[in-house]
T-cell receptor, first 114, second 114 residues
């Protein structure tokens, strides 16, 4: 089955702790994205990567970091500098080739602060 | 700059009656537009997309949307609501020139009454 997987489904963070959210895709997509979703708001872009070993900050990158060492993987680290990390985090990838405009989403990770 | 406005944060309909979810966009050139659906604690699922082909776009589960350039609108409709349609719906506009970023509306929560 092709798709995007995110793990874990729920993640708990203690104050001052860094945590990493996993995102893996087997769709052979070049581009990948991380979004944050808060209640009553649309999705806000944290980071995106159009190709391996390259990524750009989105609109709310402060307190987050990413890496893109493999095409299939785009992990997101929520650092202790992110003071309000409680949210639903969604990873997406975008189709490659001629019709490369459509994003597909993973099932999400809910991050909660203890 | 691009933007998207979903005109209703909540819509309630009775089962079997038509659904109308409104979306207006702003773009300096011909955009690509999408509708996604999100069930509670799930990722986003693509319903349909407009990418400069036919202005009336048919999607999954009986949904369709019409691109109206003169009105800068891309409203989502369905002739007859089903209980399983209860979810949150997002209208999205994309910038396919260079950055490949996506702008999300704030969402419309659809409630279907028995």
């Amino acid at each position: 089955d092709g798709g995007i997987t995110q793990s874990p489904k729920y993640l708990f963070r203690k104050e001052g702790q860094n945590v990493t959210l996993s995102c893996e895709q087997n769709l052979n997509h070049d581009a990948m994205y991380w979004y944050r979703q808060d209640p009553g708001q649309g999705l806000r872009l944290i980071y995106y990567s159009q190709i391996v070993n390259d990524f750009q900050k989105g609109d709310i990158a402060e307190g987050y970091s990413v890496s893109r060492e493999k095409k299939e993987s785009f992990p997101l680290t929520v650092t202790s500098a992110q003071k309000n990390p409680t949210a639903f985090y969604l990873c997406a990838s975008r189709t490659s080739g001629e019709k490369k405009e459509t994003q597909y989403f993973g099932p999400g990770t809910r991050l909660l602060v203890l | 700059a691009q933007s998207v406005t979903q005109l209703d944060s909540h819509v309630s309909v009775s089962e079997g009656t038509p659904v109308l979810l409104r979306c207006n966009y702003s773009s300096s050139y011909s955009p690509s537009l999408f509708w996604y659906v999100q069930h509670p604690n799930k990722g986003l699922q693509l319903l349909l997309k407009y990418t400069s082909a036919a202005t009336l776009v048919k999607g999954i589960n009986g949904f369709e949307a019409e691109f109206k350039k003169s009105e800068t609108s891309f409203h989502l409709t369905k002739p007859s609501a089903h209980m399983s349609d209860a979810a949150e719906y997002f209208c999205v506009v994309s910038d396919l020139r260079g950055t490949y970023k996506y702008i999300f509306g704030t969402g419309t929560r659809l409630k279907v009454l028995a």
